[in-house]
């Protein structure tokens, strides 16, 4: 009789213990939101809060150099017959701001084919300062004949950059992966440009 009185007094207390158990993991949330608040640790509690007639707002980003502005002009070339073109030819950027530009890219063939485009920079200083974060340019594409695509570049000029640069170009040149691709001009004897004998 004294082993079973234990035993129910033992789930007594496994049962009590685990109600606690409940009741402080529910109210964690509260405890940790009411913490942050008091101590100023967590700013994103601060900014849930609400504050009648006030807007909430975000605080500038300090890695922004808006006493530049940069001129950055998008080129596109393509070795082969295809469509390929920026959706505007110049934007204007603070360093430290992010921007997006979109390229078009259209296969005239009729032909499925695979291509990669290359970027290039000038000048040849802002190639470490540009910093894209995502670009069409990161993998090959295969497109369908006739099909068309509007591919991003989301990029950030580094606040290193030098001052003396005002203006960058991007150019892209898309090549066609496992194609026949022309061939670059070569220059003869005389100066005089030709086509390659592999045209």
Known sequence: MTLRRENIRMVGKLFVVAVGMFAFGYALVPIYKAVCEATGVNILALGERDVPGAKATLPANTQVDASRTITVEFDANARGPWEFKPAQRSLQVHPGEMATVMYEFQNVQNRRMSAQAIPSYAPVQASTHFNKLECFCFKQHTLEPGEKKVWPVVFVID?????????????????????????????????????????
């Open 159 to 199: 606040p290193k950059l030098s001052k003396d640069v005002k203006t960058i170009t991007l150019s892209y040149t898309f090549f066609e992966v496992g194609g026949k691709t022309p061939a670059a001009p070569l220059a003869d004897a005389t100066g005089q440009i030709g086509i390659g004998a592999g045209s």
